[in-house]
């Protein structure tokens, strides 16, 4: 059978690329956990606006054949429901998966590139990047990310995500939700890049190591790319914790921020095996989020969601 055309090297093994999404839902699941009542009023306003044709800079004009995916690869870049904070409060945003970090953007440099190559490269790379580490997030040498870390985390509001269980020649796609099938806010970064006259809203998902069953899930051997990984989900009361910026040399702070970095608990989360069409892919359709049963499958389900 047909390897799915969106996780086909083990270089995206350890990721989290595909993803489930439903932006109408997201946004009203963040104005109902806002930190404050004013930040309540204030996102039900924006939400307001994006659907009456006044997006704002954080939203794209409304579309509502994209404002939902059942199933959306990485390799889509799609437009992800966030809520993010800048110097103006909190703002609902659609971001586009796959991070560009601000120093891509177009400005004169001593290089000889040109600035044709630099901007193919930046939108290369980040049409790839969709993860990043959270345990390095503040290094220094993380030129990448180490800016979006202090000032600019946001909420990715998925409804959940998909990994591949490695069985014989073929793998078995699972979609990982919360229990309660609500929504499920991962930590995130996003960035603002300039390209040719044109800002890239960008973002990418946080991982942490792998608990258990994420573990047992993603069992591709050996990861020539570094260990099983997951994401981070959030609760509501964390949000305000989350998104607030962290001065450039506050240790405490970041001590701080990453105890709320943690594997969810027993129960919290469901691990489901999910369809594939004939080609060995997972349609954008509701059956992606339903049971399937593999029967050739050696792993406890129950164990996981119990």
């Not at 924006?46 to 054949?65: I, T």
């Not at 990994?163 to 229990?179: L, Q, T, V």
Request: proline share 7%; with cysteine; hydrophobic share 35%.
């Amino acid at each position: 059978m047909e390897e799915p055309e969106n996780d086909k090297t083990h270089s995206f093994a350890a990721m989290a690329n595909n993803v489930s999404f439903d932006t109408h839902r997201a946004f009203r699941y963040a104005i109902k956990n806002s930190p404050g009542s004013d930040d309540m009023m204030r996102l039900h306003e924006q939400y307001a606006l994006w659907r009456e044709g006044e997006p704002g800079r954080y939203l794209k004009p409304m579309d509502e054949s994209k404002v939902q995916r059942y199933f959306s690869p990485g390799t889509e870049n799609a437009a992800l429901p966030v809520l993010l904070k800048d110097h103006e409060g909190v703002h609902l945003g659609q971001l586009n998966f796959g991070f560009i970090p601000n120093w891509r953007s177009d400005r004169p440099k001593d290089s000889p590139m040109k600035a044709v190559d630099r901007a193919k490269k930046a939108l290369d790379i980040g049409r790839k990047t969709w993860n990043a580490a959270s345990e390095t997030m503040f290094d220094e040498e993380k030129h990448t990310w180490k800016d979006s870390a202090h000032d600019r985390r946001c909420i990715i509001l998925l409804d959940g995500f998909f990994k591949y269980h490695e069985h014989g020649e073929d793998r078995i796609p699972f979609y990982i939700s919360p229990a309660d099938r609500d929504v499920m806010p991962v930590a995130g970064l996003w960035d603002i890049a300039t390209i040719d006259d044109k800002e890239y809203l960008t973002c990418a998902i946080l991982m942490q190591p792998a608990n258990e069953a994420m573990h047992e899930i993603n069992n591709w051997g050996e990861h020539p790319h570094g260990p099983h990984r997951m994401p981070i989900a959030l609760k509501p009361e964390e949000f305000a914790q989350w998104l607030d910026p962290i001065q450039q040399a506050d240790f405490d702070k970041i001590d701080e921020l990453y105890k709320i970095i943690k594997h969810p608990e027993a129960g919290e989360w469901e691990y489901i095996t999910v369809a594939k069409n004939e080609n060995g892919q997972i349609e954008n359709n509701q059956q992606a989020l339903e049971p399937f049963t593999y029967d050739e499958l050696r792993l406890d389900l129950k164990a996981f969601n119990g």
